[in-house]
T-cell receptor, first 112, second 112 residues
Framework: DAGITQSPRHKVTETGTPVTLRCHQTENHRYMYWYRQDPGHGLRLIHYSYGVKDTDKGEVSDGYSVSRSKTEDFLLTLESATSSQTSVYFC???????????FGQGTRLTVV | DAKTTQPNSMESNEEEPVHLPCNHSTISGTDYIHWYRQLPSQGPEYVIHGLTSNVNNRMASLAIAEDRKSSTLILHRATLRDAAVYYCILRAPNFGNEKLTFGTGTRLTIIP
């Protein structure tokens, strides 16, 4: 199995509080991705990174920011969490654009 | 981005072969056809990918049409564990096409 770890695995937070989710990899892959998954919507891309300090927006980036200060870590931050951001978040890594991607086990975030 | 079209759902009997179709009529010459699946409560996992020729691995076979506008994922002998959502996506192996986006996939139900 690819070395990709998401933390925390579960989190409950209050509306208006900041939240940071972490994706950590040990594969030295260049590309990293954050997704959210909600019933009826499938996997939606939030942000992705194509290198250290190189990031770009995905389909549903409003309300989210990311940072990648080193190859192995990709952080997803909700500056002020809202109930609409209650979801399951997945991280993925990929060595290059055409190769297979590996996914983490997901983080279930509940905003109350 | 080139799009793919898959049926929303399919059913198959246990221990029988399953053919999951995918249409990608706007595929470009460099796009690889990737298949992933997502088991309940898990992150997606890679199944198989190919460019032009049919491909086989321990999980499945991928049959690609001669004009590459469609493909079929073949599970040779379905088990209950194969019940999942199957995603067909296109990936171009060149920089500038780093996004990894998913459609809603095909939900496969295996009937015991």
């Amino acid at each position: 199995d690819a070395g990709i770890t998401q933390s925390p695995r579960h989190k409950v937070t209050e509306t208006g509080t900041p939240v940071t989710l972490r994706c950590h990899q040990t594969e030295n892959h260049r590309y990293m991705y954050w997704y959210r998954q909600d019933p009826g919507h499938g996997l939606r891309l939030i942000h992705y990174s194509y290198g250290v300090k190189d990031t770009d927006k995905g389909e549903v980036s409003d309300g989210y920011s990311v940072s990648r200060s080193k190859t192995e870590d990709f952080l997803l931050t909700l500056e002020s969490a809202t109930s609409s951001q209650t979801s399951v978040y997945f991280c993925a890594i990929s060595e290059s654009p055409g190769t297979q991607a590996f996914f983490g086990q997901g983080t279930r975030l509940t905003v109350v | 981005d080139a799009k793919t079209t898959q049926p929303n759902s399919m059913e198959s009997n246990e221990e029988e072969p399953v053919h999951l179709p995918c249409n990608h009529s706007t595929i470009s010459g460099t796009d690889y056809i990737h298949w992933y699946r997502q088991l309940p409560s898990q992150g997606p996992e890679y199944v198989i990918h190919g460019l032009t020729s049919n491909v086989n691995n321990r999980m499945a076979s991928l049959a690609i049409a001669e004009d590459r506008k469609s493909s079929t994922l073949i599970l040779h002998r379905a088990t209950l564990r194969d019940a999942a959502v199957y995603y067909c996506i296109l990936r171009a192996p060149n920089f500038g096409n780093e996004k990894l986006t998913f459609g809603t996939g095909t939900r496969l139900t295996i009937i015991p």
